[in-house]
Structure formats: C-alpha cells, structure tokens
C-alpha cells in the first residue's frame, strides 16, 4: 500500500484511488487486535429483527448482551411497543455449568403470559453456542403449549460477522412468511425491505407508494407487524433497501413464492427518484402508477431544490469522510454530498463486497481512501491526512471525529431526524450545513493549528 497503511496485514482492505491497481480484499473476519469498529453475529441479527414491534425478543445469554438492545437502534412504532423492552434470561455461572434451558423455558412462558406477544425471537449468544443448550427444542415446546411462533434466531457473536447475523434474522423471519392469508392483496402492492424506521423513514416512503397507487403489505421491519409479515408472500414485489441485510430474504421469498425484487435507495435527490421510477416501471400494466410518480417527484423536487442551492453555495469544496455499515448506503451518500458541492475523500463500509467496492472506486475520485472494516486508528490517520471537515457515521464513529475537531452527522443507530425520501434529504443538507460550519470549530486544537 506504500504510505498510507498502518498494519502489513490490513494492506489489501485499504486503497487509494489512482496511486495502485485496484486489489481489494473483504468479507473476511476482522484481524485480530485492530479493533475493528466491525459488530458482531448477534448485533445483525438484532438490529433486523428488533423492530418487529409487536414480538417478544429474549436474549438467552449473560445479562451484559441485553445491554446491547435496549432502544439501540430507535425503531419507531406507529403502535406495540414491546420491542422497546429489553429481556434477557441472565445466565449465571451455574446455569452455563448445569445448561440453561430449563431458565429458558420459565422466562419464555413468564414473558408470553405476561405481554401476550404476537411471535417471539429467541437470539442465542457465544455462550449458547460453547454450552450448547438446544434452544430449538425448547422454542418447539414453547409454541405448542402457546399457539404463537416462537423462533430461534442462532446468532452466536463468535460464528463469523455483523453480516452472518442479518441471515440468521432472514432465516428465523422466513419461518413467518407464508403462514398468514393473502386474500385482499392488490396486485399493486409490495414488500418494503430493509427499511427499520429509526426516525420515521417508513412512514414517508409508504405515504410515497401509496400516493402512486401502490399497496405496502409490509415493512421488513421498521414499524413491523408479526401477522403483515405471515402474508408478506402475497405482494407483487419486494422493494430491497440496505441489501446487506435483506437481500438473503429477498432471494429466498423468490425461490419459494416467485416474488421478484429491486434494489434501492431512498437517500438522496437522485437514488430516491430512481427507486419511484424503478417501482413504477415493474407495474408497467398499469400506466397511472408511472404517471403518478412523476407527479410526486416533480411536486417534492420543487419544493425544496431552492434551499438545497443555498447550502450548496455554503458548501461546496468541503471535504468529507464516510463510514458506514452497508456499502449500498455509501453510494447514496456520496451521490448526495456531491449534489451539495462537497468531495468525498474517504469512504468505508463494515460489510462491503468485492463488487460493492468496485463501484465506490468507480463514483469515487482520484486520491479517495477506501477501506473496508476499518478501525479507528486508520479512520483517524486518513481524517487528518485528507483534510476531513464532516464525518458521515455511526456511534462508534462520533467520538473519533469529536477528538479530531470534525463535524459529525450520524447516519446509523442513535439518529432522531429521519434522512430518508425529499424531506430527509433537505434535513439532511440543514445538519451538514449546521455542523461543518459552526463557529465551534475554531476553538478545536486540529482546526487552529491547521
């Protein structure tokens, strides 16, 4: 990698644009000891599954894994709020001795007693998978004597990466679909997938489909509904966002009920119209639905591009750095922040493939840092070597930027402002703005020796 690599064994996960040939390696575990800003099994796992609001999930571990769920990742609910609570069954050092499925079971029938939940999710967790309790027996049991699905979700941390984990969610949630009634269904309708509604994003893209004419049967899984998902199998098509984490389930729901599905994006100006137009284009039996999604675009686009053009003038030129879990979400991001003036001089995903970074070098320019599943070290380094003015990321990624005396915009787990569809995008443009240039900046050590 010549200057910019920091561990010999990392040189093949970081590359810069127009200084070597294109050789990037991925998917592949974190190195040991880099501190990968990577998560686990069980974090893709919850973070699919988790906003099914009005399912029972139960950690089957030690009590510090249920640390790592509640309200995590906001996913808002129009209704249940269930998903919100945070139940684990406490393994203590005699039950990893003696097993725990006994206490499995007890929490189990004390949980669906007392909330009365439409499904359960059952996640395993590393030491599930090293005692080796056989929680699928014990979520049989269960189900019988309750008459709900319980489902378990094997997601032990140490079994591979964050992606391994969204496809135990997809399989537990396959489980779901085909077991509910399909009469009723438009033939105008679809699946949203991949979306989780941390600030409400759900609700503006289903108020988009439902404007062009288009029935939303149901939202895997942002503002989900356990029995939306048994009759998922009955729209026309599944609408594939964050493909990382939906697309086993997408190509599964296609083998088994001939489903066809689209990948999209619903972040920016251009990604967000092209996914209307794409879905517009599979109903093109029916042409009111096309001519009805470029009445919303024309309408949504007109609104706000005048105040886009006021920030892009305050913008332009800024430099700024993207990290974020899906490669997919990066591409939108850059497309975006180009829309706003600003250059993009690093950009990194946790769960990028080989064909994912080739198209990032493609959108990227000359002298770009890409990396894949990088730790802070290297995001800090590259930061301060490229001028980074706006770090685009997730919790993890916040303090990094903070230390460094940049702007941060969070585009991950803890955000509170929606950033999907038109609106999103103009909320997104107002907090890059109120970030890279707050007066603030002047005060931190990076800027005022710069």
């Known amino acids: 990698m010549g ?41 893709g796992s919850r973070v699919v599954l988790y906003p099914i609001a009005d399912a029972l999930h139960l950690i089957h571990g030690p009590i510090g894994c249920a640390s790592y769920t509640w309200d995590i990742r906001g996913a808002l609910s129009s209704g249940p709020q269930l998903h919100r609570m945070s139940f684990s069954t406490d393994l203590q050092e005699q039950d990893i001795i003696f097993g725990g499925e006994k206490k499995l079971y007890n929490a189990l029938v004390t949980l669906i007693d007392k909330y009365s939940p439409n499904a359960a999710f059952i996640y395993a967790t590393c030491i599930v998978g090293i005692i080796g309790d056989d929680i699928d027996s014990v979520c049989r049991r269960v189900s019988k004597e309750k008459g709900i699905p319980v489902l378990p979700v094997h997601s032990e941390g140490f079994k591979g990466t964050k992606k391994d984990g969204y496809k135990a969610a997809c399989d537990a949630m396959a489980k779901l679909v085909g ?21 409400g994003e759900a609700w503006t893209i289903r108020e988009y489909y439902e404007r062009m004419g288009l029935e939303v049967v149901s939202v895997f899984t942002g503002d989900g509904r356990v029995d ?38 619903y972040f920016g100006l251009e990604d967000m119209s092209k996914a209307l137009y794409d879905v517009a284009e599979h109903f093109e039996g029916s042409p009111e639905v096309m001519e009805k999604a470029q009445v919303l675009v024309r309408e949504e686009i007109n609104a706000i591009y005048p105040t886009l053009k006021r920030y892009k003038e305050k913008l332009r030129g800024k430099k700024a750095a993207i990290y974020v879990g899906g490669a997919f979400k990066a591409f939108s991001m850059i497309k975006a922040l180009k829309s706003l003036g600003m250059d993009v001089v690093l950009a990194g995903s946790q769960t990028g493939n080989s064909d994912d970074y080739k198209l990032l070098r493609n959108m990227c320019d000359d002298g770009t840092v890409i990396v894949d599943d990088a730790n802070p070290l290297e995001l800090s380094k590259y930061s301060i070597e490229k001028g980074v003015e706006l770090f685009i990321g997730g919790v993890k990624e916040r303090p990094i930027a903070y230390k460094l005396g940049i702007g941060f915009c969070d585009h991950n787990h803890e955000r509170k402002l929606s950033l999907a569809g038109y609106s999103g995008m103009l909320n997104f443009a107002r907090e890059v703005y109120s970030s890279v240039t707050s007066p603030v900046w002047q005060f931190a050590p990076a800027r005022k020796s710069s």
């Open 3 to 43: 200057g910019i690599s920091i561990l010999k064994e990392r040189e093949k996960q970081i590359y810069q644009k127009g200084t070597q040939p294109f050789d990037m390696s991925c998917e592949k575990k974190s190195l040991a000891g880099s501190i990968s800003q990577r998560a686990c099994v069980f974090c």
């Open 228 to 265: 939306n998902i048994k009759r998922s199998h009955g729209a026309a098509l599944n609408v594939v966002q964050c493909s990382g984490s939906m697309m086993h389930l997408a190509e599964t729901m296609n083998e088994k009920y001939g489903i066809p599905y689209k990948r999209v994006s």
């Open 179 to 199: 077991t509910g009634p399909t009469e009723g269904i438009s033939p105008l309708s679809l699946n949203i997938m991949g979306e989780f509604n941390i600030a």
